[in-house]
């Protein structure tokens, strides 16, 4: 009974030594990622005003198709659309790396 206890306490040190460089790399991409994501959030921000303030000039000159296409495409680079979906993505991944620390240190 005492050795069966050994092996299971041995091979969870083993899992653990395995799964700690993944959490370092998990951690550091997230923090790489987030950086990331709030410079291009600002970038976004202005591209899409410019690109909404485009698409009221095409409403108001009458082209409606191509004001619908501006709209959409502002909404997608605006903070609501792609940009949001990347810091989800984020949140998982750094959610991934905290599961993994929890495991190596529980």
Known sequence: MLQKGLVIIMLRFILKLFAAPFALAFSIAAA???????VSDMIFGI???LVFIGSVILFVTG???GGIVFLAAAFLISPFGLPALAGLLVKGLDGVGGALKSFIIN
């Open 47 to 49: 591209v899409s005003s």
């Open 32 to 38: 790489l990622f987030s950086f990331i994501l709030s």
């Open 63 to 65: 082209q409606t198709t």
